[in-house]
């Protein structure tokens, strides 16, 4: 199934990944509805300043709220689901926002999409659901571990999304990304943290653990997975990882980055930023030999690349982050 002229709903648009795939997707030829969370500014998130504004549809609701989410999917042929709330520190303070919103988003949007005959759902993933790698590089059938209530949210939507699949038949792909990263990444993330504190002149660079190790892809290699696997008939009913198929720990990335950019760098580890012993997940590596098989697909950025145009786009955009302040 090819996207060009179908009508393609994607959630969480106003967001990092979400706003590069409403984009891409103009750019493929679909015809793009963005689901916003209603906000009484009506503010589009990263799509208010987007080359693409006015070739999308934006639809503002909740995907907590049925009613909101079943109105959105009105004439819709394809959803991309990544609607979510994604920051792990967070999850330890509100995990019942994680369950309504993860949760339950999920199911408003499997319940609305089996109502309406919608003709794919592609469910978004995170490799947070592996935890700590048991074995690398991490297949699709590496058991869950949920060390964090983000990542036990996460897994209970993809088996939501599954159990739709198996029990109704209706035509769910789970995509798995694994670390994405580039411009639009909030503040919380790792590699805009070392990036703009650099940017903002400090040389001693605040961080939790240093020894986790990341399969870091670049945003527009993940948006080009996530619609060769939507493109892909064979992988209705799967599950598949998006990943580099490379990794490398938290303090080296740190010290790639401050080469980078020219400066030498001290790395202070700061307490607040370390996860709970048995939260920290030490290892995550992708084997993306599926997603190569059914679709062809492979990064096309090397880490280098997708870092040199972040810190190009976070230099031109360093106003609107606050690098003295740790994001929770």
Request: charged share 25%; aromatic share 10%; net charge neutral.
């Amino acid at each position: 199934m090819k996207l060009r002229d179908k009508r393609v709903l994607v959630t969480g648009a106003g967001g990092f990944i979400g706003s590069h795939l409403a984009e891409k997707l103009v750019e493929e030829g679909a015809k793009v509805r963005a689901f916003i969370r209603y906000n009484s500014k009506n503010n589009w998130g990263w799509l208010e300043t987007s080359l693409y504004k006015d070739e999308i549809e934006i639809y503002t609701g909740d995907i907590r709220d049925y009613d909101s989410v079943k109105d959105s999917m009105k004439d819709i042929n394809v959803v991309f689901h990544l609607a979510a709330l994604i920051g792990i520190p967070y999850s330890y303070v509100s995990p019942l926002a994680y369950i309504k919103t993860n949760i339950e988003g999920t199911y408003n949007i499997l319940q609305a999409a089996k109502e309406l005959g919608v003709e794919r759902v592609i469910q978004t993933s995170t490799s947070e659901v592996y935890g700590t790698a048991k074995y690398v590089p991490i297949d699709e059938s590496h058991p869950f571990q949920p060390q964090s209530p983000y990542s036990a949210t996460k897994i209970a939507a993809d088996n939501i999304a599954l159990s739709f699949f198996n029990a109704f038949n209706l035509p769910v792909t789970i995509a798995r990304p694994f670390n994405t990263y580039g411009p639009r990444q909030s503040a919380r993330a790792v590699i805009p943290t070392i990036i703009t504190q650099i940017l903002s002149g400090q040389r001693e660079i605040k961080l939790g653990s240093l020894t986790p190790k990341r399969d870091m892809n670049y945003v527009k290699d993940t948006v080009d997975g996530f619609i060769k696997v939507a493109e892909c008939d064979e992988l209705i009913g799967q599950v598949v990882n998006i990943g580099s198929g490379q990794e490398i720990s938290i303090g080296e990335l740190a010290y790639l980055i401050s080469k980078l950019m020219g400066v030498d760098i001290k790395i202070v580890q700061e307490d607040q930023r370390i996860r709970p012993e048995k939260s920290e997940v030490e290892r995550l590596l992708c084997d993306n030999t599926k997603i190569k098989q059914y679709t062809g697909w492979k990064p096309k950025y090397t880490l280098e690349e997708g870092l040199k145009e972040t810190i190009g786009w976070l230099k031109d955009n360093i106003d609107i982050y606050k690098p003295e302040v740790y994001n929770v």
